[in-house]
């Protein structure tokens, strides 16, 4: 089949090589305009953006799929569109322009987090299990009929950044599958069903620490923010970066936000038993060993906030 693809981060990349190595024809790549990244604000093409061009592949970028994209992509007369992570909305006259109209592969199990942050949403709710899904997109969020999931369990040390690495890999080898049995015409859609959650963009509030919760939904968030937006604590007037966290056990408890050294492990309250600091990384360094940076601040306790 012909088809138009558009995604931009990394996550998308394991499908485009999948769908590059297949016999299917991508006519197009869409991915969003090359942005300013780092200290130095230099323009930088998306991981996808790399991805094509190394392949020679034929590349659209916009940050908006308005009437011009949209005419570029119909004159490609797509078979069908696919979409990874693109970060703008497919609306109505593009949504109906590919004959097989588009599908969307979401890194959840349906309609359980619909939304931007299906993963770092399913880590901070504590969700045992999660998978992909590859559905047709419709002009409501997230809420198209299912061609395919697949489950994962989560693993006790992953992370929203392990675990959509994890997931961009499966979700990958579905997708595929799913193009292939559209194609052949022997896949129908399954309507959604069940509770509806939503996964909005998690914002920086989102990763600051309340260090009233219980061990383990801070442990959670911890580990739903990792890499981005990165969990952190205030010390002062100054940020901590927390990379790692861990469980802790036989600990009497501590008040929350406090931090101390007990046995050679640098142990912060919550609102249940305390937590042992990992990896951290102060303001303007790079990340470290909790207990190293503790030794550094040279105090015996101190509160977070």
């Known amino acids: 089949m012909k088809l138009v693809f558009a995604g931009t981060p990394q996550a998308a990349v394991p499908s485009l090589v999948a769908l590059a190595q297949s016999h299917h024809d991508l006519a197009a790549v869409i991915t969003r305009a090359d942005a ?58 593009l949504l109906s322009v590919p004959r097989l109209g588009w599908i969307n592969l979401h890194f959840s199990l349906l309609p359980r987090w619909r939304g931007a942050a ?58 595929l599958q799913v193009i292939d049995a559209l194609e052949a015409g022997s896949i129908q859609g399954t309507p959604q069903s069940g509770p509806v959650t939503l996964a909005p963009k998690l914002t920086l509030a989102d990763a600051r620490i309340d260090w009233t919760g219980s061990a383990d939904s801070v442990r959670n968030r911890v580990r739903g923010v990792t890499p981005e937006p990165g969990a952190f604590t205030v010390l002062g007037d100054a940020r901590l970066k927390l990379q790692a966290v861990a469980l802790t056990q036989g600990c009497e408890p501590q008040p929350a936000g406090l931090i101390r050294e007990i046995d050679k492990k640098v142990l912060i309250g919550t609102g249940t038993e ?31 906030s």
């Not at 007369?77 to 703008?88: E, H, K, N, S």
């Not at 060993?289 to 101190?302: F, L, P, Q, S, Y």
């Open 274 to 304: 305390p937590l042992e600091l990992v990896t951290v990384q102060p303001a303007g360094k790079t990340q470290m060993k909790a207990i190293d940076w503790w030794r550094g601040v040279n105090v015996t306790e101190v509160v977070a």
């Open 118 to 175: 299906p993963v770092q949403h399913a880590l901070i709710a504590g969700d045992e299990l999660t998978g992909a899904a590859v559905f047709q997109l419709v002009p409501e969020l997230d809420a198209g009929a299912v061609f395919g999931q697949s489950e994962q369990t989560i693993a006790e040390g992953d992370t929203a950044g392990s675990l959509l690495q994890s997931l961009s890999d499966s979700g990958a080898s579905l997708l």
């Open 36 to 93: 300013p990244v780092g200290r130095k604000r230099v323009l930088t093409p998306s991981p996808l953006a790399r991805a094509a061009a190394e392949r020679g592949l034929p590349l659209i970028k916009t940050n908006r799929l308005d009437e011009a994209a949209t005419a570029e992509i119909a004159a490609l007369q797509p078979d069908l569109g696919v979409i990874v992570a693109y970060g703008g909305l497919v609306r109505e006259p």
